[in-house]
Each structure stands twice: as structure tokens, then as C-alpha cells.
């Protein structure tokens, strides 16, 4: 039996990339003003799976999209936390915490 040292490699690279990528929590507002919040390591080709009826069932047939927010979380793991903690907010609070988030950024930006 032989050991494919080369493909082998590979899959532990593949596997440590995946782990060290940085999290992103999104959240998408359908046609109904309903809002849909998830993770991803990469927003921009997650979103555009959305608007094209892949991925989430829940957003097929609801479009067009609009990404409503994104923010850098970290760890797959930290972001799946904060997800959890984001769905169960009201849509009330869900708002508050984006303008919220928004308000903190632009103040970090005008502090540059």
C-alpha cells in the first residue's frame, strides 16, 4: 500500500486554512422586509449564491437582496455564537443592533 504524500499535505493545508479563516456574520433583507442572518468566511459569494436561489432555502423566491449588514467576527466558532444570539432578537432589536454596530464604525472611522 502506497501513501499519497502530496494529496495528503494538501488535505492538512486545506484543513488548517479552513480553520484559521476569518468569520463573518451577514444579514440579508428579502423583497418582504423580512431579514435573514448568517455566517460565512466569504460575504460577497455567499450573497451572490443568494441572490441566485442557492444556498439558504429560506431567501429562495424572495429576492432581490439587499445586504443590510456584515461585520467581521473571527473564529468559525465566535460566529456561530454571535449568530445564534442574533436570530433570537426581535426584528426591533435585530435594527437597533445594526444602527448600533453602524454608529460604532463610523466613529472609529472619523477617530482615524
Given amino acids: 500500500m502506497t ?4 494529496k495528503s499535505l494538501h488535505h492538512i ?23 435573514y442572518t448568517g455566517i460565512t468566511t466569504n460575504v460577497e459569494k455567499r450573497f451572490a449564491k443568494h441572490q441566485v436561489g442557492k444556498g439558504a432555502k429560506n431567501l429562495r423566491g424572495k429576492g432581490p437582496l439587499l ?28 435594527e437597533a443592533y445594526v444602527l448600533n454596530f453602524k454608529k460604532v464604525d463610523i466613529n472609529k472611522t472619523k477617530s482615524l
Wanted: net charge positive.
Fill in 3 to 6: 501513501i499519497n504524500n502530496e
Fill in 13 to 35: 493545508e486545506s484543513c488548517n486554512v479552513k480553520r484559521d479563516s476569518i468569520w463573518y456574520l451577514y444579514i440579508v433583507q428579502t423583497r418582504f422586509g423580512h431579514w
Fill in 67 to 94: 445586504l443590510i449588514h456584515q461585520q467581521k467576527v473571527g473564529s468559525k466558532s465566535d460566529a456561530s455564537k454571535l449568530e445564534h444570539q442574533i436570530k433570537k432578537l426581535t426584528k426591533v432589536r435585530k
